[in-house]
């Protein structure tokens, strides 16, 4: 079964806006991932954050993690044309030995 | 300078067919992954190894088999192609370890007619 669930599936905003996406996961993780994936390209990391840890910044993201509500949600500040992308959380489950599981995905389009 | 690069970028074959996609990568890292992402952007681990021994193998057709020459290449060669087959696949690379993120290629799409 899958294990990251992204909230929502389709994001659509003007520039400047904020931009907040959220994921849910099953199991136990030893840390959740944040990647973004630009059309016809790889995916690129963006942030990791560990299950002790509750919240993480870098630059103009900002991520969050419940781990009694197995959440985690991704906000982008001030966002820009250029953070159009697909976003993937991925989780590092306890009893996975090192295996990433990824979510489906929210696409965000930030339109200028 | 490309950290992750995998060969070729696009592949259209026929059913049928046997075809293989190289990926190397200049990071050091001592391990290497293959992984599918279907039409929907559904992305699922097919394989991983570490240093050249395969570590993780999903449910995965055995038509499917990768190969690790040495620790900085990972290729998969897949026999008898089946429509099915169609997706993007990346190769992507990390150090050993919990917390180490995923580094990827650009993917190579493949297309089975």
């Known amino acids: 079964s899958q294990q990251g669930e992204e909230d929502p599936q389709a994001l659509s905003i003007q520039e400047g806006e904020n931009a907040t996406m959220n994921c849910s996961y099953k199991?136990?993780?030893?840390?959740l991932q944040w990647y973004r994936q630009n059309s016809g390209r790889g995916l690129v990391h963006l942030i990791l954050?560990?299950?002790?840890?509750r919240e993480k910044h870098s630059g103009r993201l900002r991520v969050t993690l419940d781990t009694s509500k197995k959440s985690s949600s991704l906000l982008i500040t001030a966002s820009r044309a250029a953070d159009t992308a697909s976003y993937f959380c991925?989780?590092?489950?306890?009893?996975?030995?090192?295996?990433?599981?990824f979510g489906e995905g929210t696409q965000l389009t930030v339109n200028p | 300078d490309t950290a992750v690069s995998q060969t070729p970028k696009y592949l259209v074959t026929q059913m049928g067919n046997d075809k293989s996609i190289k990926c190397e990568q200049n990071?050091?890292?001592?391990?290497m992954y293959w992984y599918k992402q279907d039409s929907k952007k559904f992305l699922k681990i097919m394989f991983s190894?570490?240093?050249?021994?395969?570590?993780i193998n999903e449910t995965v057709p055995n038509r499917f088999s990768p190969k690790s020459p040495d620790k900085a290449h990972l290729n998969l060669h897949i026999n008898s192609l089946e429509l099915g087959d169609s997706a993007v696949y990346f190769c992507?690379?990390?150090?050993?370890?919990?917390?180490?993120?995923?580094?990827f290629g650009n993917g190579t799409r493949l297309t089975v007619t």
């Open positions: 992507a690379s990390s150090q050993v370890g919990y917390n180490s993120p995923l580094h």
């Open positions: 954050i560990r299950s002790n840890e």
């Open positions: 190894y570490n240093n050249k021994e395969l570590i």
């Open positions: 991925a989780t590092d489950e306890e009893t996975s030995g090192s295996r990433l599981t």
């Open positions: 990071l050091g890292h001592d391990t």
């Open positions: 199991t136990s993780i030893n840390n």
